[in-house]
């Protein structure tokens, strides 16, 4: 095994060339292998003497990559180390953003040989570089490496930080969705946390809006997907899907209209409408595998929800008992199951068999919450102008009695 051990005061990066190229030439016999080795560093010089960094980057990379099976882990590190540290030659932020690009390109090229190493140079190519956007391509270069080379688990705890970096990216709109149809795809492949997946599902159907008719209809499989993901999700009870215009273009379409009606009955009706549902469409959920039980078990809470929406403050066990359709001992254990979901505070009332809520989860935020929104927060500016008004009265009555004593005759 042929190891790098620097023996003079060659520049490193014509070291890496001479390196590379009398491995990739090793079999081809010495005179033939001399001259190629030569023929390269003369090259790798006139491009370093006349600032074509780029032309060097392509050619540094593509002698690595022949040789990249042969080379130990150590080596094939320092190689792609040096090949790395290019990025800081360019001035022009043109020859830099290309230069990021067919760096990570190259590097994410072979997923299946030393992946997990060559996600570790990618990031570090990540660090090197101060550009944003040729960041932000490097960084969708390591998401590609990282699902085709299986090692997704060392970029996932990356996702946390997505937020910061967007910020940091400033992306086009068909940027931030090529990303996070990346991301969400990396996480169902992993059968990741329900809410993460959704969490960026979300994000990517955000991006399409309804002047964006075209591009939605590349959409239509996320938005079908994110639906029957949060209906399968045990412990997801509220989102604003239904506003979406991605989800919304599915109302009508061949394929997926049920789907949709899916989601509107979880989104806006109680458990009736769900087995009314499932009496004609058992086989399109057993299709996407969602389960009956658990589809019974989690209308019911969305049922409590709505009851607690829609109703008075006070609800009967006997409504709760024939909304969920349940036996009358098992109301309570159910309002239980919500208040431990955080869907609603309430206190139950055993004598009057009724439940009094204070505060109950919105299933969506549409017009109609932010009306009510609105119009409790009136409400609380208009107590509060009453309490300053009653402050000011008071304060100057007290001023008015503290003069008065002062005139008073001792």
Not at 307 to 319: G, H, K, T, V
Not at 337 to 358: F, G, P, Y
Request: hydrophobic letters at 40%; aromatic letters at 8%; charged letters at 25%.
């Amino acid at each position: 095994m042929t190891t790098i051990v620097p023996t003079s005061e060659e520049d490193p990066i014509l070291y890496v060339v001479r390196f590379t190229a009398e491995m990739s030439w090793a079999e081809a016999g010495p005179e033939v292998a001399q001259q190629q080795v030569t023929s390269l560093c003369m090259e790798a010089q006139e491009c370093m003497v006349t600032d074509r960094w780029l032309d060097l980057a392509s050619l540094m990379i593509t002698s690595a990559q022949l040789v990249s099976s042969k080379a130990s882990d150590k080596d094939f590190e320092c190689i792609f180390t040096i090949i790395c540290n290019l990025v800081k030659k360019p001035e022009s932020g043109d020859e830099l953003l290309e230069m990021a690009k067919l760096l990570s390109t190259k590097i994410a090229q072979q997923p299946n040989e030393k992946p997990a190493l060559r996600l570790k140079i990618m990031i570090n190519l990540y660090n090197l570089l101060e550009d944003p956007y040729s960041r932000f391509h490097v960084y969708m270069n390591a998401l590609k490496l990282a699902t085709e080379g299986k090692v997704t688990e060392h970029i996932i705890p990356t996702f946390k930080k997505v937020d910061a970096l967007l910020k940091e990216w400033d992306l086009s709109v068909q940027d931030q969705r090529d990303l996070f149809l990346a991301i969400s795809n990396i996480l169902k492949e992993n059968k990741s946390s329900p809410k993460e997946t959704l969490n960026f599902l979300t994000k990517y159907l955000v991006t399409f809006s309804r002047e964006d008719s075209h591009a939605m209809e590349e959409a239509k499989e996320e938005a079908a997907y994110t639906i029957i993901e949060f209906v399968r999700a045990p412990d997801i009870f509220q989102h604003d899907l239904l506003e979406m215009p991605a989800v919304a273009q599915l109302e009508n379409d061949s394929k997926y209209a049920l789907v949709y009606q899916l989601l509107k009955i979880f989104q806006t009706q109680r458990l009736d409408a769900y087995l009314d549902f499932y009496t004609t469409n058992s086989a399109l959920l057993k299709s996407y595998g969602l389960v009956h039980e658990d589809c019974i078990a989690k209308m019911r809470l969305m049922s409590i929800v709505d009851l607690a929406s829609n109703e008075s403050d006070q609800i009967s066990y006997s409504l709760i008992k024939d909304t969920l359709k349940i036996e009358d001992d098992e109301v309570e254990p159910w309002v239980v199951k919500a208040i431990t979901a955080k869907l609603v505070d309430c206190k139950m009332d055993q004598m009057n068999q009724v439940i009094r809520v204070s505060r109950c989860t919105e299933r969506v935020f549409g017009p109609r919450q932010w009306q009510a929104l609105r119009g409790k927060l009136a409400t609380w500016r208009g107590n509060i102008a009453n309490v300053i008004t009653t402050i000011q009265a008071n304060k100057v009555t007290e001023e008015g009695t503290q003069a008065m004593q002062g005139l008073a005759i001792r």
